[in-house]
């Protein structure tokens, strides 16, 4: 599913015809509405968020956010399958022409932490909000983050493959600490700090490929 049809599991108004809000065009307007409730549900948690905070937020009336919004799931959903398609086509756009398994790791890594560098409250989100979704928009939601985290997943075996441990090592133990370390960043990193997103992506990087690559004595 792509982020059009994502969009159309809720039946908005087509662009075309709904009417614009101040501000801008109807697509402009609702990616405003949508900026704005993502900071909303990072502030508040998605259950503590109403409708009115997020219009208030994005400086609309009620009645105008449901004209784009039918309800606060459909805010959660697109904001969340839009991240991770964002993430997913990214992340193969980079790869190509990197053949090395730790080159690629590298990429991944750098792209994950660029991204979520400039979208800290959609990382928070993400993060928390998952299993907020029910239905369909959970599974179409999960469906993108599990392709997001397959890829990973094979660039993680490709590396294993060229210098196994020497101990046990569990591929999805592996892949989800590194995502575990990935999406914590917005708890503790300031990008606009001393600490850049290169030099935390290459410490994440050497650092994970220390733990799946080292030899225990």
Not at 2 to 20: G, I, K, N, W, Y
Not at 26 to 49: C, M, P, S, W
Not at 86 to 106: F, T
Not at 164 to 186: C, K, Q, R
Request: charged share 20%; net charge negative; proline share 5%.
């Amino acid at each position: 599913m792509d982020s059009q049809r994502a969009d159309q599991l809720f039946e908005p108004p087509p662009a075309e015809t709904a009417p614009t809000a101040a501000g801008g065009t109807f697509e402009t307007r609702r990616d405003h509405i949508l900026h704005a409730a993502t900071h909303v549900f990072a502030q508040y948690g998605y259950e503590k968020a109403s409708m009115r905070t997020i219009a208030k937020a994005a400086d609309v009336s009620l009645a105008g956010l449901y004209h784009y919004f039918e309800r606060k799931e459909q805010l959660l959903f697109v904001m969340q399958f839009r991240v991770f398609s964002s993430l997913l086509s990214n992340l193969r756009e980079r790869l190509v022409g990197v053949d090395e398994p730790r080159d690629r790791l590298c990429t991944m890594i750098r792209a994950h932490v660029t991204y979520f560098a400039e979208h800290m409250a959609e990382l928070k989100v993400c993060s928390h909000e998952l299993d907020s979704l029910e239905g369909e928009t959970y599974d179409q939601a999960r469906e993108i983050r599990l392709a997001y985290y397959g890829l990973t997943r094979e660039i993680i075996v490709s590396i294993i493959e060229l210098d196994p441990p020497d101990y046990p090592l569990d591929l999805h133990v592996a892949t989800m600490s590194l995502f575990g370390t990935l999406n914590w960043l917005y708890r503790w990193w300031n990008p606009n700090g001393p600490t850049s997103p290169k030099a935390v992506a290459t410490q994440i990087t050497n650092q994970f490929l220390a733990g799946i690559s080292g030899h225990t004595d």
